[in-house]
């Protein structure tokens, strides 16, 4: 049986390849809907982007709903600096013909988890978590009834990358990611920690690129895009792909391993706002509530990257 995921999304490059991922593995994901939420870019450009991906991978009939449009409490920080102006800069891709569904994304969530049987429904957030943590607010009975919460967010050894002590997905609404992190959902977390572990290196890229395929050269495009930013910021070998370690945990979690330990929100501090306080040694006595993502076997994670995006 294919897990049944929502994906919520700020489309963002790395987002896309996380999307066509998921939509290229039928057999192990099946995807109910697509949430976009403010993230790296604003709403308008994230529930354009994720019909944009959803028509490259040849599905428009996957369910495309925006959702919240700014965080619980603050104002939006957005990354056009990392992402271009449009989240999806890199490949030329035409405007989506498919239509935004009516509704809003957080009552999808609250609908969709109300008439699915308890623990059938994974959510899948590669963003800001505001959508999920207001349909958390907005109808506590649907807690109980999410499978698991699996998202790219956050950071502990490697610490910040919007700010010293904050990953950007966790900062741009700290109060959010605090409401599910506390939510009792079982939660997998993929930081940068694992993140930054999944490098798309010149070979990798090339191995998109010579798919041939509309897909394979526009993930080459996107990645060739984003990695300017990354190697002047990180000066590694490559970008790293954050989003897509949430779809490939779903397909192979035997690639990948890490600690089930206790994370906690910082929302009081300026300084540390935002900062996921992973107990990795367990010296507090807070009980577990994620596992926390550490390492991967990168050469498996593209080469699953690869073969799926050869499908579409």
Same mark, same amino acid.
């Given at each position: ?9 700020? /489309? ?7 999307? @066509?991922?998921? @939509? &290229? ?10 949430? =976009? ?5 604003p709403?308008?450009?994230? =529930? ?29 920080v ?7 102006? #449009? ?5 030329? @891709?035409p405007?989506?013909?498919?239509a ?20 059938? +429904? ?6 800001p ?5 207001t ?19 956050? &950071?502990?050894? !490697?610490?910040?990358?919007? #700010?010293p002590? &904050? ?23 993929? /930081? ?7 490098? +798309?290196?010149?070979?990798?890229? !090339? ?6 395929? /509309?897909?394979?050269?526009?993930? &080459?495009?996107? #990645?060739?895009?984003?990695?300017r930013?990354?190697? !002047?910021?990180?000066?590694?070998d ?7 370690c ?43 509530n ?7 076997d990168?050469?498996?994670?593209? #080469?699953?990257?690869?073969?799926? @995006? =050869?499908?579409?």
């Amino acid at each position: 049986m294919p897990r049944r995921i929502i994906i919520d999304t700020d /489309p963002g490059q790395d987002d896309a390849v996380a999307i @066509l991922l998921a @939509l &290229a593995s039928p057999e192990e994901v099946e995807v109910l809907g697509i949430t =976009a939420v403010a993230g790296n870019v604003p709403l308008a450009l994230t =529930a354009k982007n994720a019909r944009i991906v959803c028509e490259l991978a040849g599905h428009p009939e996957i369910r495309v709903f925006a959702g919240c449009d700014r965080p619980m409490g603050r104002a939006l920080v957005t990354a056009e600096h990392v992402h271009g102006d #449009t989240g999806l800069n890199g490949p030329e @891709l035409p405007d989506p013909v498919m239509a935004l569904q009516p509704g809003h994304g957080v009552d999808f969530i609250i609908d969709t988890l109300r008439a699915e049987p308890a623990g059938t +429904v994974t959510l899948c957030p590669l963003g800001p978590l505001t959508n999920i943590a207001t349909a958390f607010e907005r109808a506590p009975d649907i807690v109980e009834k999410v499978q698991e919460i699996v998202l790219m967010g956050g &950071a502990y050894f !490697e610490v910040g990358n919007i #700010t010293p002590t &904050a990953e950007f997905n966790i900062y741009v609404d700290p109060q959010a990611a605090d409401i599910v992190f506390r939510s009792g959902v079982p939660i997998v977390v993929a /930081p940068l920690d694992l993140t930054h572990k999944a490098l +798309v290196t010149p070979a990798r890229n !090339e191995a998109f690129r010579a798919l041939g395929t /509309p897909v394979g050269i526009a993930v &080459a495009e996107m #990645t060739d895009f984003f990695e300017r930013f990354d190697l !002047e910021k990180y000066g590694a070998d490559g970008a790293p792909l954050h989003d897509p370690c949430v779809t490939a945990y779903l397909i192979r979690p035997e690639i990948f391993s890490g600690r089930h330990v206790n994370v906690m929100i910082e929302t009081g501090s300026e300084l540390t706002m935002g900062m996921t306080v992973a107990d990795w040694w367990g010296v507090t006595d807070r009980p577990a509530n994620a596992l926390f993502l550490g390492d991967l076997d990168a050469d498996a994670f593209f #080469t699953l990257l690869t073969e799926r @995006l =050869a499908r579409l």
